[in-house]
């Protein structure tokens, strides 16, 4: 696998193929879809890593021009303020000039379909796109228009509202299904497949404020939408916002026909939500929050977090699930690190090629050997992934090692079975037997003292003999490195 992959622009969002493990799609800040292979050819050589081309397609999707009225980037409230540049606001002449001009839209989110035939974008006005898979993985001189199957816009609340997440809906639940989060809080449900279909605009009637093929929406945070999880079941979703709270959506009651409230909102956390995952078999939500801890809810328990885990320097803007009791963590320090949930630790880091810039994305590939992330550059960094999983190959070549030496003992002549007493065939060997016996006998006598003196030594390292096992954590936790380590290994 390559290093890392060189994307035309700054990179928003990106996600691995879920059946082929060498493809990525990557959205880009000008509005383009690339699609990249991440695994190089065999025989290329090593030095010709920077002339290797892993771009497949571009596809530019997302080419609207903003009005400076709907521009996120000028403040509405007084027309002689430009453009917010690093949290302040400068004036002057220049930036009335630049505050009246259109801005580009950006694409700002990506995702497969569970099936890997679609791929879906949602870009910065506000427009929800499907792609053919097959054809945008391949290189085509046709147009985008040919590959492209239907696109919804506007697809949030609001014209020229950025929809910033794209969460399908997993094959064992729903496989039309998927879920939207937009930049002013908004959250719905698509059904994909009367998403641009013109013949079933009947199934919408009862609401013609809904674009085609959303089947379910809310309006109840008051800032972006961070992060999107539905249960195992498929009927909540989980919605993280940066307005400090969690939301709770029943999927089963749709709030335009019964008039028990579908939704249920966490309390103020008094920190901003940027991340989130569901852990521990579906009994935990762990969300990345602002001020770097990491909030600990419990399922059916959404009023408040159960538990706190503090310990990252800065802001957790993503999550990535590596089983049910670890995660990694990707900070705003630029740092990936390893952490188990409940009980809490720090097991390492694995990454920090990032110059300290923070890190928006972690995904696994489909054989989940490759971790890719994502921050603020033109470049999508790969890490080695198998450091995580060696625990599970050593233990499996450990049990073949110890079943081939059992086969060979039991294959090994003169040996006798455990399982069976010894087989005697004359008298002669019982008489030896006595003669030992006698022997032994005497030689325990000698031997009781020294036993009688060694017990108060048994008892003192009897709790040394009787430590837990190692745990597949423990044995990660030996592979990585600490941020100490890394920091005097760069020196």
């Known amino acids: ?284 939500v762990v969300c990345g929050t602002q001020e770097g801890v990491l909030a600990i809810f419990s399922w059916g328990t959404w009023g408040d977090v159960s538990d706190r885990f503090p310990g990252h320097p800065n802001s957790i803007d993503a999550l990535l699930k590596v089983d049910e009791d670890t995660l990694l963590t990707g900070s705003s320090d630029g740092l990936i690190r390893v952490v188990q949930i409940q009980p809490d630790k720090l097991l390492g880091m694995i990454g920090d090629d990032h110059g300290g810039f923070p890190i928006e994305k972690l995904d696994f590939n489909n054989n989940r050997h490759v971790i890719g992330s994502l921050s603020h550059s033109n470049y999508i960094r790969l890490w080695d992934a198998r450091v995580l999983t060696e625990d599970q190959d050593d233990g499996n070549d450990d049990d073949g090692e110890n079943n081939d030496s059992g086969d060979e003992e039991r294959k090994m002549p003169g040996k006798l079975s455990t399982k069976r007493g010894p087989q005697h065939e004359s008298d002669d060997e019982w008489d030896d037997m006595d003669d030992n016996n006698q022997d032994s006998e005497e030689d325990d006598g000698d031997s009781n003292d020294d036993d009688n003196d060694d017990d108060d030594n048994d008892d003192d390292d009897s709790d040394d003999s009787d430590e837990k096992p190692e745990t597949i954590n423990d044995k990660r936790k030996k592979r990585l490195k600490t941020e100490n380590e890394k920091f005097f290994e760069d020196l």
């Open 1 to 284: 696998y390559l290093d890392s992959i060189e994307t035309s622009h700054q990179p928003l969002d990106f996600v691995f193929h879920p059946q082929r493990d060498n493809l990525l799609a990557a959205a880009l800040v000008d509005g383009t879809l690339e699609v990249h292979d991440i695994r190089k050819e065999e025989n290329d050589d090593d030095d010709d890593d920077d002339e290797f081309d892993s771009l497949l397609s571009s596809l530019s999707l997302h080419t609207q021009m903003i009005p400076p009225s709907q521009n996120k980037d000028v403040d509405p409230s007084d027309n002689l303020r430009g453009f917010k540049e690093t949290g302040t606001i400068k004036s002057g002449p220049s930036n009335t000039q630049n505050s009246n001009k259109c801005t580009p839209a950006a694409c700002k989110s990506v995702s497969f379909s569970v099936d890997g035939t679609k791929i879906y974008t949602g870009g910065s006005a506000g427009d929800l796109c499907a792609v053919d898979a097959e054809r945008a993985c391949t290189f085509s001189v046709k147009s985008d228009e040919k590959r492209l199957l239907w696109r919804v816009e506007p697809a949030t609340e609001g014209k020229y509202n950025p929809l910033v997440a794209i969460r399908p809906f997993d094959g064992s639940v729903n496989l039309a299904l998927m879920a939207t989060g937009d930049d002013a809080g908004g959250v719905r449900v698509w059904d994909q497949r009367i998403c641009g279909n013109s013949t079933s605009s009947k199934a919408n009637s009862y609401n013609q404020k809904r674009p085609q093929g959303c089947v379910l929406s809310w309006k109840e945070h008051e800032d972006y939408i961070s992060g999107l999880e539905h249960s195992l079941d498929g009927n909540t979703l989980l919605a993280t916002s940066a307005d400090c709270r969690l939301g709770v959506y029943d999927l089963r009651m749709p709030k335009e026909r019964t008039n028990t409230s579908s939704f249920r909102l966490s309390d103020d956390q008094e920190d901003e939500l940027l991340s989130l995952k569901i852990m521990k078999h579906g009994k935990k």
